[in-house]
């Protein structure tokens, strides 16, 4: 399906003929789509021929999708893993796609860690904070606000949580990209 082809982003759900998927990879297709429209951008393709799904741990789906005036292409990876995206030329394969999200998710966790000391001196107040997400921590303007009212110390502690999740997370993903036997 071209750009011009779809009127909307469900358009692509609808053109994908989701009964040949399970209906644990259809869930999946359903929340990149989500994530993208969340972001207005506007799928375009899904390439089923690179996309990989490692039942019912995660899937990495190569997209194109358009945004304002561009088309770009990416790598997504939803599943039991924070959904994120990197674009598409920082991985030639579903497998290197790995590769680039496990450092991703170590940077995230680096920033974290930088951050972690003045977060401990925050006042205990409630306060809005910018949910940490892959995707805002790594820089990009998508972000959602909420309120918490939490001490410092168990903001502290949510951070700390969050940062070793990101740890295991990309440690997880080096052990998948090195599995000579899923990817054959």
């Given at each position: 399906m071209t750009p011009e082809q779809s009127s909307h982003p469900n358009d692509v759900i609808s053109s994908l003929d989701l009964?040949?998927?399970s209906p644990w990879c259809q869930s999946?297709?359903?929340?990149?789509?989500?994530?993208?429209?969340?972001?207005?951008?506007?799928?375009?393709?899904?390439?089923?021929l690179q996309s990989r799904?490692?039942?019912?741990?995660?899937?990495?789906?190569?997209?194109?999708?358009?945004?304002?005036?561009n088309t770009k292409t990416a790598w997504f990876i939803n599943g039991d893993l924070?959904?994120?995206?990197?674009?598409?030329?920082?991985?030639?394969?579903?497998?290197?796609?790995?590769?680039g999200f496990s450092r991703k998710y170590l940077f995230i966790a680096q920033?974290?860690?930088?951050?972690?000391?003045?977060?401990?001196?925050?006042?205990?107040?409630?306060?809005?904070?910018?949910?940490k997400t892959v995707s805002?921590?790594?820089g990009n303007k998508?972000?959602?606000e909420v309120v918490k009212s939490n001490s410092p110390e168990q903001q502290s502690h949510n951070t700390s949580h969050y940062l070793?999740?990101?740890?295991?997370a990309a440690a997880d993903l080096l052990v998948l990209y090195h599995d000579d036997g899923i990817w054959r």
């Open positions: 009964a040949r998927f999946q297709i359903i929340e990149i789509v989500d994530y993208c429209q969340k972001r207005s951008w506007r799928v375009c393709h899904i390439s089923e799904q490692l039942q019912p741990v995660l899937s990495v789906w190569q997209i194109s999708y358009q945004e304002m005036q924070p959904i994120g995206h990197i674009p598409y030329q920082q991985a030639s394969s579903a497998r290197e796609a790995l590769l920033k974290l860690r930088k951050q972690q000391p003045m977060e401990n001196r925050q006042q205990s107040q409630k306060v809005s904070v910018k949910q805002n921590i790594s998508d972000t959602d070793q999740s990101l740890v295991k």
